[in-house]
Nanobody, 118 residues
Framework: QVQLVESGGGLVQAGGSLRLSCGASGSIFRIADMGWYRQAPGKQRELVAVITNGGSTTNYGDSVKGRFTISRDNAKNTVYLQMNSLKPEDTSVYYC???????????WGQGTQVTVSS
């Protein structure tokens, strides 16, 4: 059984920062690429950032490049998303994703709300 549990969401003013965390139970963390996605009401889920299982490669959605940073600690089975210079348009539910490298199977967290006030 794989569980992903996000934390760190909340309300912040524009220009502020938040750090999201996603802890993974089970044995997949080290063989999974980890990612953050977000979905606002009425919109499709979109990629925020991904990091490969070894942590050597990252990729970001265009709207967050230069402001957000994804990282992982394989010893703690945790992936982080540092969000700086937040904008009201970053308001969304943020979901943690684990994609097992060998099977390409996806696992999702329950989501955490991030609200940025103007």
């Amino acid at each position: 059984q794989v569980q992903l549990v996000e934390s760190g969401g909340g309300l912040v003013q524009a220009g502020g920062s938040l750090r999201l965390s996603c802890g993974a139970s089970g044995s997949i963390f080290r063989i999974a690429d980890m990612g953050w996605y977000r979905q606002a009401p009425g919109k499709q889920r979109e990629l925020v950032a991904v990091i490969t299982n070894g942590g050597s490669t990252t990729n970001y959605g265009d709207s967050v490049k230069g402001r957000f940073t994804i990282s992982r600690d394989n010893a703690k089975n945790t992936v982080y998303l540092q969000m700086n210079s937040l904008k009201p348009e970053d308001t969304s539910v943020y979901y943690c994703n684990a994609r097992v490298v060998f099977t390409r199977r996806d696992y999702w967290g329950q989501g955490t709300q991030v609200t940025v006030s103007s």
